[in-house]
Protein backbone atom coordinates (compact mmCIF):
# COMPACT_ATOMS: atom_id res chain seq x y z
CA UNK A 1 0.00 0.00 0.00
CA UNK A 2 1.34 3.49 -0.64
CA UNK A 3 0.49 5.88 1.41
CA UNK A 4 0.65 10.13 1.07
CA UNK A 5 3.83 10.85 3.52
CA UNK A 6 6.07 8.00 0.71
CA UNK A 7 5.24 10.50 -2.22
CA UNK A 8 6.17 13.36 0.00
CA UNK A 9 9.43 12.23 0.88
CA UNK A 10 10.03 11.61 -2.75
CA UNK A 11 8.82 15.25 -3.31
CA UNK A 12 10.64 16.82 -0.29
CA UNK A 13 14.24 15.32 -1.82
CA UNK A 14 13.93 16.11 -5.09
CA UNK A 15 15.23 19.21 -6.96
CA UNK A 16 12.73 19.93 -10.47
CA UNK A 17 14.90 21.35 -12.80
CA UNK A 18 13.04 24.01 -14.93
CA UNK A 19 14.22 23.24 -18.47
CA UNK A 20 14.06 19.37 -18.62
CA UNK A 21 11.30 18.84 -16.10
CA UNK A 22 13.67 16.46 -14.58
CA UNK A 23 12.91 15.91 -11.02
CA UNK A 24 16.63 15.07 -9.75
CA UNK A 25 17.36 12.92 -6.67
CA UNK A 26 19.34 15.47 -4.02
CA UNK A 27 20.06 12.68 -1.79
CA UNK A 28 22.22 9.27 -1.78
CA UNK A 29 23.53 8.24 -5.12
CA UNK A 30 25.25 5.06 -5.96
CA UNK A 31 28.41 4.90 -7.32
CA UNK A 32 27.04 4.57 -10.84
CA UNK A 33 25.04 7.87 -10.14
CA UNK A 34 21.52 6.55 -9.74
CA UNK A 35 19.65 7.63 -6.81
CA UNK A 36 19.32 5.47 -3.91
CA UNK A 37 16.97 5.46 -1.23
CA UNK A 38 16.39 3.40 1.95
CA UNK A 39 12.23 2.00 1.96
CA UNK A 40 10.19 -0.45 4.01
CA UNK A 41 14.03 -2.03 4.86
CA UNK A 42 15.30 -2.54 1.73
CA UNK A 43 17.72 -0.35 -0.05
CA UNK A 44 15.94 0.72 -3.74
CA UNK A 45 16.96 3.04 -6.76
CA UNK A 46 14.73 6.52 -6.20
CA UNK A 47 13.71 5.96 -9.42
CA UNK A 48 11.98 2.75 -8.75
CA UNK A 49 10.74 3.44 -5.83
CA UNK A 50 8.59 6.84 -7.67
CA UNK A 51 7.96 4.20 -10.22
CA UNK A 52 5.87 2.54 -7.59
CA UNK A 53 4.58 5.31 -5.58
CA UNK A 54 3.33 7.39 -8.65
CA UNK A 55 2.77 4.58 -11.19
CA UNK A 56 1.85 1.68 -9.63
CA UNK A 57 4.16 -2.13 -8.99
CA UNK A 58 6.54 -2.80 -11.13
CA UNK A 59 6.47 -6.56 -12.38
CA UNK A 60 9.40 -8.96 -11.86
CA UNK A 61 11.82 -8.97 -14.40
CA UNK A 62 11.25 -5.41 -15.90
CA UNK A 63 13.60 -2.48 -15.72
CA UNK A 64 12.62 1.14 -14.54
CA UNK A 65 14.45 3.05 -17.79
CA UNK A 66 14.86 6.76 -18.25
CA UNK A 67 12.95 8.33 -20.95
CA UNK A 68 15.50 11.48 -20.19
CA UNK A 69 18.43 9.50 -19.54
CA UNK A 70 19.27 11.22 -16.45
CA UNK A 71 20.21 8.96 -13.64
CA UNK A 72 19.00 11.21 -10.41
CA UNK A 73 15.61 11.66 -12.59
CA UNK A 74 13.14 10.40 -10.52
CA UNK A 75 10.09 12.17 -12.61
CA UNK A 76 7.21 9.84 -13.24
CA UNK A 77 6.71 11.04 -16.42
CA UNK A 78 10.38 10.27 -17.61
CA UNK A 79 10.37 6.48 -16.81
CA UNK A 80 9.12 4.11 -18.52
CA UNK A 81 8.71 -0.38 -17.62
CA UNK A 82 11.31 -2.11 -20.26
CA UNK A 83 12.66 -5.74 -20.08
CA UNK A 84 16.86 -5.64 -19.89
CA UNK A 85 17.00 -6.50 -23.60
CA UNK A 86 14.66 -3.13 -24.33
CA UNK A 87 16.59 -0.50 -22.20
CA UNK A 88 19.85 -1.80 -23.73
CA UNK A 89 18.18 -1.45 -27.52
CA UNK A 90 17.29 2.28 -26.08
CA UNK A 91 20.95 2.67 -25.18
CA UNK A 92 22.22 1.80 -28.25
CA UNK A 93 19.70 3.80 -30.17
CA UNK A 94 20.96 7.30 -28.84
CA UNK A 95 24.45 6.17 -28.83
CA UNK A 96 25.23 5.77 -24.80
CA UNK A 97 26.56 2.47 -24.42
CA UNK A 98 30.34 2.57 -23.53
CA UNK A 99 32.86 0.04 -24.96
CA UNK A 100 35.19 -0.86 -22.26
CA UNK A 101 38.87 -2.28 -22.33
CA UNK A 102 40.75 -4.51 -19.88
CA UNK A 103 41.98 -0.34 -19.25
CA UNK A 104 39.17 1.13 -18.59
CA UNK A 105 35.86 0.25 -15.85
CA UNK A 106 32.20 1.31 -16.19
CA UNK A 107 32.79 4.19 -13.64
CA UNK A 108 35.43 6.13 -15.56
CA UNK A 109 34.24 9.56 -16.25
CA UNK A 110 37.19 9.29 -19.30
CA UNK A 111 38.77 7.08 -21.90
CA UNK A 112 41.80 6.89 -23.53
CA UNK A 113 41.31 9.27 -26.49
CA UNK A 114 40.39 11.84 -23.93
CA UNK A 115 43.48 11.29 -21.78
CA UNK A 116 45.21 11.76 -24.51
CA UNK A 117 43.97 14.80 -25.52
CA UNK A 118 44.68 16.25 -21.78
CA UNK A 119 48.29 15.39 -22.05
CA UNK A 120 48.36 17.11 -25.51
CA UNK A 121 46.76 20.32 -25.45
CA UNK A 122 47.29 20.89 -21.92
CA UNK A 123 50.26 23.51 -20.87
CA UNK A 124 50.50 25.87 -18.09
CA UNK A 125 50.12 28.66 -20.87
CA UNK A 126 46.73 27.09 -22.31
CA UNK A 127 44.74 26.79 -18.81
CA UNK A 128 44.93 25.90 -15.27
CA UNK A 129 43.84 22.80 -14.28
CA UNK A 130 40.72 23.92 -12.98
CA UNK A 131 39.74 24.57 -16.56
CA UNK A 132 40.53 21.74 -17.55
CA UNK A 133 38.81 19.78 -14.55
CA UNK A 134 35.53 21.57 -15.59
CA UNK A 135 36.00 20.79 -19.25
CA UNK A 136 36.11 17.18 -18.75
CA UNK A 137 34.23 16.92 -15.05
CA UNK A 138 36.60 15.32 -13.40
CA UNK A 139 38.92 17.00 -10.02
CA UNK A 140 41.64 18.75 -10.71
CA UNK A 141 43.99 16.46 -8.71
CA UNK A 142 42.43 13.83 -11.56
CA UNK A 143 44.09 16.42 -14.11
CA UNK A 144 47.54 16.29 -12.54
CA UNK A 145 47.43 12.91 -12.04
CA UNK A 146 46.84 12.29 -15.25
CA UNK A 147 49.19 15.07 -16.53
CA UNK A 148 51.87 12.97 -13.88
CA UNK A 149 51.24 9.47 -15.44
CA UNK A 150 50.21 8.45 -11.32
CA UNK A 151 46.97 7.79 -13.50
CA UNK A 152 46.41 6.61 -16.57
CA UNK A 153 50.58 5.47 -16.95
CA UNK A 154 52.03 5.77 -21.03
CA UNK A 155 51.42 2.39 -21.54
CA UNK A 156 47.86 1.81 -20.60
CA UNK A 157 47.85 5.04 -22.80
Known amino acids: MVYKDDRDRVLRNIEVDGETGCWNWKKCTSVDGYGR ?5 DNIGAHRLSWMLFNGKIKDG ?13 NPEHLWLGTQTENIADMDAKGRRREYGRDSSPLAKLDRKTVLEIRKTWSPAKGRADEFSDRY ?11 SGASWPSEEV
Do not use: M
Not at 37 to 41: L, M, S
Not at 62 to 74: A, F, M, T
Open 37 to 41: VQWRG
Open 62 to 74: LCVCHVCDNRKCV
Open 137 to 147: GVSRTQIYRIL
